[in-house]
T-cell receptor, first 114, second 111 residues
Framework: AQSVTQLDSHVSVSEGTPVLLRCNYSSSYSPSLFWYVQHPNKGLQLLLK??????LVKGINGFEAEFKKSETSFHLTKPSAHMSDAAEYFCVVTDLTGANNLFFGTGTRLTVIP | DSGVTQTPKHLITATGQRVTLRCSPRSGDLSVYWYQQSLDQGLQFLIQ???????AKGNILERFSAQQFPDLHSELNLSSLELGDSALYFC??????????FGSGTRLTVV
């Protein structure tokens, strides 16, 4: 069965400092992993995805994530936080050999302090 | 604009009523997924359709049903509504092997 665990429900950083949002996954098959962002009262936007190509994935808005199979992790990072990064972030796993469903983590709320 | 269109954006209705949420997928995407986002349950997968056929079911209540039409748009029907059904309902579409594109959601409030 597939699942993800987002280790922090809330992360607070100062503007201009690095961001680290942690995600561990569990999957019976070769997983595909995604990070989505949800701004207040908005829909879900895809930040980046891992689908068994390069383990370091670059996404939009300067975000990137590294797939580490040995650690079953897919942490999201950004070198320098911007005020506009304040949002809810979801780590997502899916099994493309199965029903193609997305399994969402519980989300991490990122606060950026001016 | 993500390319996935959901209507209406907001819906307020009374308990016991029935509502229909509509989703138009991104052009060319055959798969449509419905998700429910609530404060206590987070984001939950409800149901998936692929080219008009039901492909997978998640945590969908028997009071809820969905269908996908020949033009690939989908409708989610929620009946005998309860206060606990108040949530944000998202539709997503995908083409196999690509990411999932979400609509902006329908916020349902049951009073």
């Amino acid at each position: 069965a597939q699942s993800v665990t987002q280790l922090d429900s809330h992360v607070s950083v100062s503007e201009g400092t690095p961001v680290l949002l942690r995600c561990n996954y569990s999957s019976s098959y070769s997983p595909s992993l995604f990070w989505y962002v949800q701004h207040p009262n908005k829909g879900l936007q895809l930040l980046l995805k891992y689908t068994s190509a390069a383990t370091l994935v670059k996404g939009i808005n300067g975000f990137e994530a590294e797939f580490k199979k040995s650690e079953t992790s897919f942490h999201l990072t950004k070198p320098s936080a911007h005020m506009s990064d304040a949002a809810e972030y979801f780590c997502v796993v899916t099994d493309l050999t199965g029903a193609n469903n997305l399994f969402f983590g519980t989300g991490t709320r990122l606060t950026v302090i001016p | 604009d993500s390319g996935v269109t959901q209507t209406p954006k907001h819906l307020i209705t009374a308990t016991g009523q029935r509502v229909t949420l509509r989703c138009s997928p991104r052009s060319g995407d055959l798969s449509v997924y419905w998700y429910q986002q609530s404060l206590d349950q987070g984001l939950q997968f409800l149901i998936q359709y692929y080219n008009g056929e039901e492909r997978a079911k998640g945590n969908i209540l028997e009071r809820f049903s969905a269908q996908q039409f020949p033009d690939l748009h989908s409708e989610l029907n929620l009946s005998s509504l309860e206060l606990g059904d108040s949530a944000l309902y998202f539709c997503a579409s995908s083409a196999r092997g690509e990411g999932y594109t979400f609509g902006s959601g329908t916020r349902l409030t049951v009073v």
